[in-house]
C-alpha cells in the first residue's frame, strides 16, 4: 500500500554535508508524519528527525543544530540536510512514513552514511 525509498547517502568527511531524500508512495491513504531513524553498527536504531504535514519538527538532541529536516507535502518527500557531520553520525539512515487516520508505519530499506576522513 505504501512505498518509501530514499536516496542521498554516501561518503563524506568529517565536517562535510549530505542531503538525504525520501519519498512515500500511495495510491490509497493519506501520509501523516514523516522522519529519519539511524541505526549504527552495534547500536539501536534512534530517532534523529520528524516532521509532521503541518510543519512542526522534532530532533535528537544529539543532532539539535546541525541537521535539518524539512518536507514537500504534495509529493509526500521528506529532506534530511546533515551538516557539521561528525564521524559518530556514520549509520545507515532509514525513513519513516506513518498514515495519517489508518495508522500503521512504513520504512524504507536505507541508505548508508559513512563520515569518514
Known amino acids: 500500500q505504501v512505498q518509501v525509498v530514499e536516496s542521498g547517502g554516501g561518503l563524506v568527511q568529517p565536517g562535510g554535508s549530505l542531503r538525504l531524500s525520501c519519498t512515500a508512495s500511495?495510491?490509497?491513504?493519506?501520509?501523516?508524519?514523516m522522519g529519519w531513524y539511524r541505526q549504527a553498527p552495534g547500536k539501536q536504531r534512534e530517532l534523529v528527525a520528524t516532521?509532521?504535514?503541518?510543519?512542526?519538527?522534532n530532533y535528537a538532541d544529539s543532532v539539535k543544530g546541525r541537521f535539518t529536516i524539512s518536507r514537500d507535502n504534495a509529493k509526500n518527500t521528506v529532506f534530511l540536510d546533515l551538516n557539521s557531520l561528525k564521524p559518530e553520525d556514520t549509520a545507515v539512515y532509514y525513513c519513516?512514513?506513518?498514515?495519517?487516520?489508518?495508522?500503521?508505519?512504513?520504512w524504507g530499506q536505507g541508505t548508508q552514511v559513512t563520515v569518514s576522513s
Open positions: 519513516n512514513a506513518k498514515l495519517r487516520f489508518m495508522g500503521g508505519d512504513y
Open positions: 500511495t495510491r490509497s491513504f493519506s501520509i501523516g508524519t
Open positions: 516532521t509532521t504535514s503541518a510543519g512542526s519538527t
